[in-house]
């Protein structure tokens, strides 16, 4: 009987879990839990002897892979999958996947929450701005920035974007304006919403240079990866120009530095929260188990990632 792991130091939604219990079951697996572990080496001996493993942001480094003798696929319900050592799970013939699209929303709407709460002096009492008439910068064009994008329009923002990995016709179609360069789009927007992933090209890619192109009271807003950012650049931009926010939910290494040095004008909330409601971990659970049960059966490698 093939076994399938569920690895998740931020657990799903118990109605989640029980979701994914069904599924696997019905289809003849037994599941496993690992959940709340504070130990990589509880993962390492948790993947064993299974066949399959959902994860969140856990890492799947190359000790777990190799660790995990019978792993045959492994899924990070959510959509960036950084955390999965791919070169690691290619060598081991395992197939590695993620669930686009499926806690999108949940992390769209956290944008545009943590916009609010900017613009609102983080709820403290004085005179705030409305997001209506604002330029927003939706920074990657994938399923989050995508819904950013309608939920601010009705908002009544003026919504721009820059992606070069998406035709300009098909972000033009959401009544969205496509900026050439990721200069122009800080340099045109009052608040820019990041959306991109973790990759050796983004790394430290967003720091001094872009966020002070941004025009007065600029709002970076992050529910990527904090990898992203480059904080040392961050920090002294924030320090000149006294009119530049950041919020993410994805606390900076230098969190305490940034919350001392620049107090309403940077927030992070403590856990990363982005895809944290029970629709987004329904939405991706049940789409990993479905998945790995879809590959076990039938060979389908649909959301493959590491081909
Ligand atoms: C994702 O990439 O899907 C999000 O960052 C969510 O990550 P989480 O499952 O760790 O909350």
């Known amino acids: 009987m093939s076994k399938v792991l569920v690895a998740t130091d931020k657990p799903f939604a118990k109605a989640a879990v029980d979701g994914i219990r069904k599924i696997v079951e019905e289809a003849g697996f037994s599941l496993e839990l690992l959940e709340k572990y504070t130990d990589q080496a509880d993962l390492v001996k948790a993947v064993a002897d ?3 493993v959902i994860v969140r942001s856990d890492k799947v480094t190359k000790e777990v ?8 696929v492994v899924v990070r319900a959510g959509a960036g999958y950084d955390n999965l050592d791919l070169a690691a799970c290619t060598a081991k ?10 806690n999108s929303n949940a992390v769209a709407e956290l944008a545009l929450g943590m916009m609010v709460y900017m613009a609102r002096n983080t709820f403290q009492p004085g005179t705030g701005a409305e997001l209506k008439g604002k330029k927003l910068g939706i920074h990657a ?13 009705g908002f009544g923002m003026e919504v721009y974007a820059f992606d070069p990995f998406v035709a300009k016709e098909v972000i033009e179609k959401d009544g969205v304006k496509v900026l050439s360069t990721v200069d122009e789009l800080y340099s045109t927007c009052h608040y820019v919403s990041l959306h991109i992933p973790a990759n050796d090209k983004t790394k430290k890619s967003i720091g001094y240079e872009l966020m002070s192109k941004m025009p ?9 990866r904090k990898e992203v950012i480059d904080e040392d650049g961050l920090m002294r931009i924030m320090g000149e120009r006294t009119d530049l ?7 900076a290494e230098g969190n305490s530095t940034f919350a001392e040095k620049f107090a309403s004008r940077y927030f992070s909330s403590p856990k990363k929260m982005g895809a944290e409601t029970a629709e987004a971990n329904i939405n991706a659970g049940l789409a990993a188990a479905n998945q790995i049960v879809n590959l076990l059966k039938n060979g389908d490698k649909t959301y493959q990632v590491n081909k």
């Open 141 to 153: 064009y994938g399923n989050v920035g995508k819904l950013v994008a309608h939920i601010a329009k």
């Open 50 to 52: 299974v066949d399959a």
């Open 65 to 72: 892979v190799e660790a995990a003798k019978n792993l045959k």
């Open 216 to 224: 007065k009271g600029g709002t970076l807003i992050n529910t990527a």
């Open 93 to 102: 013939n395992v197939v590695a996947m993620n669930t686009p699209g499926q």
């Open 245 to 251: 926010k950041y919020a993410t939910d994805i606390m």
